[in-house]
Nanobody, 116 residues
């Protein structure tokens, strides 16, 4: 079993920055792709960015050039650096992990609110 715990969310003004962290614990050996998803009220959960164990990244078009995903496997931590935040980035942000055996794990989410 793997546990994912996000932190770093909060309230920020438009144009500001936040850095989210996701710490993996438990039986995290074999964690392959990790990522960040977000869900705004009344909307579906959408992919924000993903990163493979080899460091390949993928970002949603809406955040390209503003958000950067990274991971530090030695520290079992994944990050999302969010710059130039906009009100439409307001959502609950979830950490996601996929093991090499196809098992999926989600964190409990952290709220990001961007005021205009």
């Amino acid at each position: 079993q793997v546990q994912l715990a996000e932190s770093g969310g909060g309230l920020v003004q438009s144009g500001g920055s936040l850095r989210l962290s996701c710490v993996a614990s438990g039986r995290k050996f074999g964690m392959n792709t990790m990522g960040w998803y977000r869900q705004a009220p009344g909307k579906q959960r959408d992919m924000v960015a993903t990163i493979t164990s080899g460091g390949d990244t993928n970002c949603a078009d809406s955040v390209k050039g503003r958000f950067t995903i990274s991971r530090d496997d030695a520290a079992s931590t994944m990050y999302l650096q969010m710059n130039s935040l906009k009100p439409e980035d307001t959502a609950v942000y979830y950490c996601y992990g996929l093991t090499i055996w196809g098992l999926e794990y989600w964190g409990q989410g952290t709220q990001v609110t961007v005021s205009s």
